[in-house]
């Protein structure tokens, strides 16, 4: 009992069953969830990172500024005047095609990405529409009559790239949520064998197995308490905030900490069959399955793009 086995080494490789979650956003390892894949079809946030995002944001708000303080309509509006060169005229295009072509290009990629799933949904009404600002302002630059949308495409663009940095943030913290998760459980286990001990890693546990869990010791697999009376803090599983009692015939879950006491327990579940691996699916799959608000959102982006698609093609 002298040893003291603490739960510091958690980074390891030991339990690869459980430690690396499924989840389905960008820059993460994407699993098979069976019917959920067919549901998820083409994740909009596939190869999107939130740096990436950061980046565009910025550079895409940089791009904006000139597009903005040069338009005709806002110096109108406002009731000041931009300094005037040869060429001044052509600014709001310039850098209205520059944050079209940086920024609003990840939108015409999800596009195609859902056209491809058919399965239209709010990329494509955001790449619809910022795709027929671009051709009709380029064309209203090149004599065509009308007013030019140069800085409500920027606008647009900018805001869009904003809302999509600020999702991509909530989706990577949930995901590392469910990483510290995996971290609770330890590389090794103290299995009893015959009349003595034997540290195994946690994949080779099997059910039926007895293990020794020393005081400050991980709980490496769920299981029933065959001798021994403890305290376990659940705190990161169940949430209650005070140590549990354990004593014979109790259950005890893998990821929790033991406290003063050693217990003997048997396993009833390993990798994939713990309470522990339960609760990492439930939030992978809740992130991978598309919610009722997000699905009326897509239905209500297909009809605005095949409205929108229709009176764009039909003449006047």
């Known amino acids: 009992m002298a040893e003291h086995e603490t739960h510091g080494s958690m980074h390891h490789d030991g339990h690869a069953d459980v430690s ?6 960008a820059g993460h390892e994407q699993r098979s969830h069976g019917p959920h894949d067919a549901q998820a079809g083409h994740d909009r946030h596939a190869g999107h990172s ?7 944001f910025w550079g895409t708000l940089a791009l904006s500024i000139p597009t903005l303080l040069w338009s005709p309509t806002l110096q109108q509006w406002l009731h000041y005047t931009m300094p005037e060169f040869p060429g001044s005229r052509y600014i ?5 095609t ?3 072509a940086y920024g609003g290009w990840v939108f015409i990629q999800g596009a195609r990405s859902e056209l491809a799933d058919r399965r239209p949904g709010m990329m494509t009404l955001i790449s ?3 795709t027929v600002a671009f051709l009709f302002s380029l064309a209203v630059t090149f004599g065509f009559p009308g007013m030019d949308l140069w800085w409500e495409l920027a606008t647009l663009v900018t805001i869009m790239i904003l809302g999509h940095w600020i999702e991509m943030k909530s989706i990577s913290q949930a995901q590392g949520a469910v990483k510290e998760l995996a971290k609770l459980l330890p590389a090794t286990a103290v299995r009893i064998v015959g009349d003595g001990t034997e540290d195994v890693p946690i994949s080779a546990l099997k059910e039926k197995d007895v293990v020794l869990i020393r005081p400050g010791a991980s709980v490496p697999a769920d299981g029933t308490v065959r001798d021994g009376t403890s305290e376990v803090n659940e705190a990161m599983i169940t949430g209650e905030s005070l140590p549990v009692k ?3 015939n109790a259950r005890v879950i893998a990821g929790t900490v033991n406290g003063a006491g050693s217990l003997r327990v048997e396993v009833t579940g390993t990798g994939e069959r713990t309470a522990l691996a339960g609760i990492m699916r439930l939030v992978a799959d809740a992130q991978s399955t598309r919610s009722h608000a997000q699905a009326l959102a897509d239905r209500a982006a297909f009809a605005g793009s095949s409205r929108a698609a229709y009176f764009w093609g039909t003449p006047t």
């Open 50 to 56: 939130v740096e990436m995002f950061r980046k565009k």
């Open 20 to 25: 690396n979650p499924p989840t389905t956003e």
């Open 98 to 100: 520059l944050v079209f």
């Open 128 to 130: 619809l529409a910022i």
């Open 246 to 248: 354990k004593t014979v």
């Open 92 to 96: 709001p295009a310039l850098f209205g």
